[in-house]
Each structure stands twice: as structure tokens, then as C-alpha cells.
């Protein structure tokens, strides 16, 4: 099983930009698919974004999709999320998650998770 830990998060302004970092240790991370949910306070956590072991199929929230990007590096070990044009509605701890077999939208399918990386995002 592979060990998570999520960085980049921050504060920024709406309309900037921000790149999230997972990186990944133990063996056997090419085997894994992964994806990004995110937990507003109060909410339940949201599915965000997926990529496939071997990043050829990608899968995104609506409201992301043409401002996010999901990037899988097995020789790395890394995974990142590209976002771009942030709003005050993606505010949000964001995880990492990992997941032996095809990539779903639920979290509960996920066996391998990070501790998650605040992001803000100011009006």
C-alpha cells in the first residue's frame, strides 16, 4: 500500500492559480489509480478530479473541468492538480487518494489517503 502526503495549498486571490503536489512512497504506485476530493467545513468531501494508473483517462468535476488538470508522474512517484482561475466556491482541505483499481468518485472505493493541504481562495 502507498503512503500519501499533499502540499502546495495556500491563499490566493480569485483568479489565480495554484499547483497541488502528492507525493507518494512505498512500492507498487504505478498500480494505482489516483484522484483529488476536496472537504468545504461543514460539507461532505467532493470528488474533484481522477487519473488512471497509467494517466491515459482523466475524469473531472463539472464545475472544474476547464479550469483544473490532473497529472500522474509514476517514475516520480508524484501526482498534481493544475488549478487554475480559482473561485471562493473551491475553498477547501484537498486529498490525495489512491485506489488499486479503476478510478471512481467515491472516496469510500479509496484505501490510500493523504492528510490533506488547505487551500483558500479570496474574492
Known amino acids: 500500500q502507498v503512503q500519501l502526503h499533499e502540499s502546495g495549498g495556500g491563499l490566493v486571490q480569485a483568479g489565480g492559480s495554484l499547483r497541488l503536489s502528492c507525493t507518494a512512497s512505498g512500492f507498487g504506485f504505478s498500480n494505482y489509480a489516483v484522484a483529488w476530493f476536496r472537504q468545504a467545513p461543514g460539507k461532505a468531501r467532493e470528488f474533484v478530479a481522477s487519473i488512471t494508473r497509467h494517466a491515459l483517462t482523466t475524469d473531472y468535476l463539472d464545475s472544474v473541468k476547464d479550469r483544473f488538470a490532473i497529472s500522474k508522474d509514476n517514475t516520480k512517484k508524484m501526482a498534481y492538480l493544475q488549478m487554475n482561475n480559482l473561485q471562493p466556491d473551491d475553498t477547501a482541505v484537498y486529498f490525495c487518494?489512491?485506489?488499486?483499481?479503476?478510478?471512481?468518485?467515491?472516496?469510500?472505493?479509496?484505501?490510500?489517503w493523504g492528510r490533506g493541504t488547505q487551500v483558500t481562495v479570496s474574492s
Open positions: 487518494a489512491a485506489h488499486r483499481l479503476p478510478p471512481t468518485r467515491h472516496p469510500s472505493d479509496y484505501e490510500s
